[in-house]
C-alpha cells in the first residue's frame, strides 16, 4: 500500500525555525495532492498547508507568512518550513496525502503516524 513517514518534529524556542519532511512510498501511481495538518491537545485536527499538483498552494490563515510548504514530485517529499514559531503553534503535526495508488481507480487519502512540535516560550 502507500505510506506517509514524517521527520523534523522537535522542541524550539518561540522565534525559532523547524523544518518538517514526509515522504511517501508504496504503491503509488500518482499523487493529486500533499499537505500537513495539526493538532493540538483537546483540538481538532486543521489544516496548515497544502500542495495541490505543483502550482496551487494553501495556508491556514495563523501560518500566512511564517510557514512555506514546497514539494518535490520526483521524491514524493513535501516540506513545510517554519519560521517564527510561537508556542500556539505547539501540536502534532500530521503529514496527509491524496494518492492514487496502483491498480486503483480512485483516490485515497493517507496519513502519516505525526510527529510532534513544541514550541517554548
Known amino acids: 500500500q502507500v505510506q506517509l513517514v514524517e521527520s523534523g518534529g522537535g522542541l524550539v524556542q518561540a522565534g525559532g525555525s523547524l523544518r518538517l519532511s514526509c515522504v511517501a512510498s508504496?504503491?503509488?501511481?500518482?499523487?493529486?495532492?500533499m499537505g500537513w495538518y495539526r493538532q493540538a491537545p483537546g483540538k481538532q485536527r486543521l489544516l496548515v498547508a497544502q500542495?495541490?499538483?505543483?502550482?496551487?498552494?494553501n495556508y491556514a490563515d495563523s501560518v500566512r507568512g511564517r510557514f512555506t510548504i514546497s514539494s518535490d514530485s520526483a521524491k514524493n517529499t513535501v516540506y513545510l518550513q517554519m519560521n517564527s514559531l510561537k508556542p500556539e503553534d505547539t501540536a502534532v503535526y500530521y503529514c496527509s496525502a491524496d494518492v492514487l495508488p496502483i491498480t486503483y481507480t480512485t483516490s485515497r487519502r493517507y496519513w502519516g503516524q505525526g510527529t510532534q512540535v513544541t514550541v517554548s516560550s
Open positions: 508504496g504503491s503509488i501511481f500518482s499523487i493529486n495532492s
Open positions: 500542495t495541490i499538483g505543483s502550482s496551487h498552494l
